[in-house]
């Protein structure tokens, strides 16, 4: 598995398709998503080099939205290092398997690629969600770090902003492929442009998105310059 060091404190996790982010806290890791399932003894691996002194050390796991290519590792993870699930209220029901997911609504330009990427991704296990999050709700990883809900890509996505260190995770609602944009494969497409502009408002320097390359300088006027092209 690929690990691209971000900031001092934030690496990367790309797995097949998207990727996750590893976050030192005062108490060991957090993740931001953790990719397919299957990938649990890869990403402890991945904690250790960094520093984790035993899978205990793995605190928490955010999951920024309820696809399963973001949290199809949960529930082995949770398993194995006693993490908590935190993810947004609105998808909750769907992680922890309450409910199904709904389909997206797909543009046309999208449904070839939507065909040829979801069949690759294997099921994700149901895991309970400790936490359900709201927007304005705060972590305490070593500095406050701040719930955005953004909906649009699903009911219940999120965000995670890190303040004080400048940082932004995105999840699947703002993508990093060759230009910025609203996140694809959306559940309500016509909410995705408020979720990037709420983001945009933001002062960061770095973003982290859950698909493409993360920003790691002026990302903040880099996603208010993609904004203001919205429709």
């Known amino acids: ?7 001092d404190t934030v690496w990367m996790l ?3 398709v998207g990727q996750a982010y590893a976050v030192r806290i005062p108490d060991g ?20 080099g960094l520093g984790a002194s035993g899978p205990t050390d793995l ?9 399963k290519d973001h949290y199809g590792s949960a529930a082995a993870l949770a398993a ?18 309450a409910q199904p997911l709904p389909d997206p609504v797909l543009a046309d330009w999208e449904i070839p690629l939507y065909e040829a990427n979801a069949p690759q991704v294997p099921p994700a296990p149901a895991v309970p969600v400790d ?9 305490d ?6 719930i955005l809900h953004v909906p649009g890509h699903t009911h219940g996505s999120v965000a995670l902003h890190l303040p004080d260190s400048g940082v932004l995770f995105t999840g699947d609602t703002i993508a990093n ?7 694809v494969f959306n559940l309500e497409p016509a909410r995705m442009a408020d979720a990037f502009r709420k983001q945009a408002a933001l002062d960061v320097e770095t973003a982290c998105f859950g698909h493409g390359d993360p920003l790691t300088t002026g990302a903040g006027a880099a996603l208010r310059a993609a904004a203001r092209t919205l429709t």
């Open 1 to 7: 598995m690929e690990i691209t060091h971000v900031t």
């Open 14 to 16: 790309r797995f097949p």
């Open 29 to 48: 890791f957090a993740l931001v998503d953790c990719g397919w399932a299957g990938y649990e003894k890869p990403i402890l691996d991945a904690l250790a």
């Open 59 to 67: 605190r928490e796991i955010l999951i920024t939205h309820c696809h």
């Open 80 to 97: 194995a290092t006693g993490a908590r699930i935190l993810a947004g209220a609105a998808d909750a029901p769907v992680i922890s398997g």
């Open 131 to 139: 936490r359900e999050l709201s927007d304005g709700d705060t972590l």
């Open 141 to 146: 990883w070593g500095e406050p770090a701040r």
């Open 177 to 183: 492929v060759g230009q910025l944009m609203p996140g």
